[in-house]
């Protein structure tokens, strides 16, 4: 268990909708990343915050958007789905310039 | 950072080591070599990170050459719960970046 949470495990949506993915960081990290995983691209860096603010961006979508709140929990928006966001989507937190620790992750499955 | 090249797959056979090698000739020389594994669609689990000295922990050794062009990591009793992708990754560390995976390397630990 590496203590970084992710809601929810699995989620089944259809094209053209929107969903909210939810981590929370181990207890004292204050950085949180967003990585993509889906089969034909392998793990891929979406989005990095730290305390809150936007520190990195990587290929991310301008139909994604994400945010990291007061309590450092951060939410990975995703919108006007398209069947090539089907996808296991993982967070990480680590603390500043440390190892990064990572979630179970949401398969997101959009039909 | 700095690219790396694994083979795309091992075998090895339970309880014996197991010697994962990464070619990462174009390494700076404040650029870190970092090791994950990913189990079956779960979340990367950090093992090992070095910069020039051979590392050890309780998960495994890492061995880097002198002129740090290329690096092992050593699972030196390994179990079928090791079989896994092991992604050997170069960074600058202490610097909230992101991480770069590749392609890795299937591990098959066969008993």
């Known amino acids: 268990d590496s203590g970084v949470t992710q809601t929810p495990k699995h989620l089944i949506t259809a094209t053209g909708q929107r969903v909210t993915l939810r981590c929370s960081p181990r207890s004292g990290d204050l950085s949180v990343y967003w990585y993509q995983q889906s089969l034909d691209q392998g793990l891929q860096f979406l989005i990095q915050y730290y305390n809150g603010e936007e520190r990195a961006k990587g290929n991310i979508l301008e139909r994604f958007s994400a945010q990291q709140f007061p309590d450092l929990h951060s939410e990975l928006n995703l919108s006007s789905l398209e069947l090539g966001d089907s996808a296991l989507y993982f967070c990480?937190?680590?603390?500043?310039?440390?190892?990064?620790?990572f979630g179970p992750g949401t398969r997101l499955t959009v039909l | 950072d700095a690219k790396t090249t694994q083979p795309p797959s091992m075998d090895c056979a339970e309880g014996r080591a197991a010697n994962l090698p990464c070619n990462h000739s174009?390494?700076?020389?404040?650029?870190?070599v970092y090791w994950y594994r990913q189990i079956h669609s779960q979340g990367p689990q950090y093992i090992i990170h070095g910069l020039k000295n051979n590392e050890t922990n309780e998960m495994a050794s890492l061995i880097i050459t002198e002129d740090r062009k290329s690096s092992t990591l050593i699972l030196p009793h390994a179990t079928l719960r090791d079989t896994a992708v092991y992604y050997c990754i170069v960074r600058v560390a202490n610097h909230g970046n992101k991480l770069v995976f590749g392609a890795g390397t299937i591990l098959r630990v066969k008993s």
């Open positions: 174009t390494i700076s020389g404040n650029e870190y």
């Open positions: 990480a937190s680590s603390v500043e310039g440390g190892e990064q620790f």
